[in-house]
């Protein structure tokens, strides 16, 4: 037998459908082993009884009911529902709809700590911009973009916390800053895999090139670093 599919979810917006077709597509593209790749579908998780958190839309931008917060994608909270999706078992990827992939994301499960819940880049982001991608009001909290990337040990002791049911009442700010775990139970990843345009010292070679700013098909992003490499996956 061969070896497993690795499992990656890419947040899906129906707003940004590009994005997520570029991601996916540079993803396969680039992977030497079998993948599986799966849309994280606000809709589809709203009909399994899943996800159920409410919000406002005024002038294009969500209000969460819970904490009475903007939020920028359909995705926001839902990544937090992947060890249930999972079952609580193996491994499994996060990443925001807005990456490119340069390198094998094989590379990338192949740092999997056993010891950690979950692995991110650490960055240390204060972003100067007070909007991103097409209006969206830009938070800064805690943690800032750690979430947008994450390399799930879904089987850790620590990850039974994260049930539906609290995905769906805790705050957008404890959950994106890890509030179930300790520091210690969350792991570095290069920053590399996680290397944010705009933000990130371009001396950098990416292997995942993250445009949280606004992907090169938004006006004032068309020139952004690897801006071609990312409309040659369209």
């Known amino acids: 037998m061969g070896d497993p599919p690795l499992r990656v979810f890419v947040g899906l917006d129906a707003k940004e459908f590009a994005a997520w077709s570029v991601c996916a597509r540079s993803m396969r593209a680039t992977c030497t082993r079998p993948l599986m790749v799966e849309p ?9 009884g899943l996800y159920r958190r409410g919000f406002d839309e005024h002038d294009g931008q969500r209000i969460d009911w819970c904490d009475g917060r903007p939020f920028s994608t359909e995705f926001t909270f839902t990544r937090f529902l992947v060890p249930a999706l999972c079952q609580w078992r193996g ?3 996060f990443c925001d709809s807005d990456f490119l992939w340069r390198r094998d994301v094989a590379e990338l499960f192949a740092l999997a700590d056993p010891d950690c819940a979950v692995q ?3 960055h240390r982001q ?10 969206q009001i830009q938070e800064s909290y805690s943690r800032k973009n750690w979430s947008s ?18 995905v769906n009442m805790r705050s957008g700010r404890w959950l994106h800053s890890f509030g ?9 990843l290069p920053a590399e895999w996680n290397w944010l345009e705009g933000h990130d010292d371009t001396d950098i070679d990416p292997k995942a090139v993250h445009f949280t700013r606004g992907t090169p098909d938004m006006p004032g992003y068309e020139g952004a670093h690897y801006a ?7």
């Open 126 to 135: 204060r972003p100067r911009e007070q909007r991103k991608m097409r209006g």
């Open 120 to 122: 991110v880049v650490q």
């Open 149 to 166: 990337l994450v390399l799930w040990n879904c089987a850790h002791p620590a990850n039974q916390a994260l049930t539906p049911e609290v």
């Open 228 to 234: 071609d490499e990312w409309r040659g996956w369209l």
């Open 91 to 93: 491994l499994a990827l």
């Open 180 to 188: 179930w775990l300790r520091d210690d139970q969350i792991g570095a």
């Open 40 to 48: 994280l579908d606000q809709d589809a998780l709203r009909l399994a």
